[in-house]
């Protein structure tokens, strides 16, 4: 059974830092790309930041130059540095993985629980 767990989310003030860590654990054979969603309360779930296999980065306007995406392969985990925090950042976070089974061709996309981030005074 494959699990992501995510952490790293908390209470931050505005222009703060954070850094949410997801870990990929389970019998699989390969992860490819990997991302960070949002979702606040009331609207729908949104891609943040995106990281493919071989590391190529992609972020939605709003994060761009804020939030840094990285992962580390080894430890099968997919970062989200998140500096200079807005309060319009106040969401659930999410962690996605497209994750390839053993013995499967085609790989599945897997979902963490969350993890809260709130930016407020």
């Known amino acids: 059974q494959v699990q992501l767990v995510e952490s790293g989310g908390g209470l931050v003030q505005p222009g703060g830092s954070l850094r949410l860590s997801c870990v990929a654990s389970?019998?699989?054979?390969?992860?490819?790309?990997m991302g960070w969603y949002r979702q606040a309360p009331g609207k729908q779930r949104d891609l943040v930041a995106h990281i493919t296999s071989d590391s190529t980065t992609n972020y939605v306007d709003s994060v761009k130059g804020r939030f840094t995406i990285s992962r580390d392969n080894a430890r099968n985990t997919v970062y989200l540095q998140m500096n200079n925090l807005k309060p319009e950042d106040t969401a659930v976070y999410y962690c996605?993985?497209?994750?390839?089974?053993?013995?499967?061709?085609?790989?599945?996309?897997?979902w963490g629980k969350g993890t809260l981030v709130t930016v407020s005074s």
């Open positions: 996605n993985a497209r994750i390839v089974r053993v013995g499967a061709r085609l790989g599945l996309d897997y």
């Open positions: 389970g019998s699989f054979f390969s992860i490819n790309a």
